[in-house]
Nanobody, 124 residues
Framework: QVQLVESGGGSVQAGGSLRLSCAASGYRYSFVSMGWFRQAPGKEREGVAAVYSGGGSTTYADSVKGRFTISQDNAKNTVYLQMNSLKPEDTAMYYC?????????????????WGQGTQVTVSS
């Protein structure tokens, strides 16, 4: 049974930093795509960042470019999201996602495996 378990969420003031982690287990092979999505109350789930195996290429939403960094540790089957210069509009539930094929874009429909989420709250 595939499991994605997020950790590292919390409350922080604007301008602060948080580091999210997502540990994957139960998958026989390595995921090709791993990413982070977020969903604020009353809004649709949006893609934040993704990293792809076979070179480690990354993609980011425009709203987080220059502030967030996604990385992965293949040996630990873990993906990270370093979030700096946080803003109140970054407040959301953050979800880890993964898939066995390369996702064509940062759309939730392109990812088949999901974690339960970790809350990030940024106060002004």
């Amino acid at each position: 049974q595939v499991q994605l378990v997020e950790s590292g969420g919390g409350s922080v003031q604007a301008g602060g930093s948080l580091r999210l982690s997502c540990a994957a287990s139960g998958y026989r092979y390595s995921f090709v795509s791993m990413g982070w999505f977020r969903q604020a109350p009353g809004k649709e789930r949006e893609g934040v960042a993704a990293v792809y195996s076979g070179g480690g290429s990354t993609t980011y939403a425009d709203s987080v470019k220059g502030r967030f960094t996604i990385s992965q540790d293949n040996a630990k089957n873990t993906v990270y999201l370093q979030m700096n210069s946080l803003k109140p509009e970054d407040t959301a539930m953050y979800y880890c996602a993964a898939d066995s094929v390369r996702a064509g874009s940062l759309l939730a429909a392109n990812f088949g495996y999901w974690g339960q989420g970790t809350q990030v709250t940024v106060s002004s």
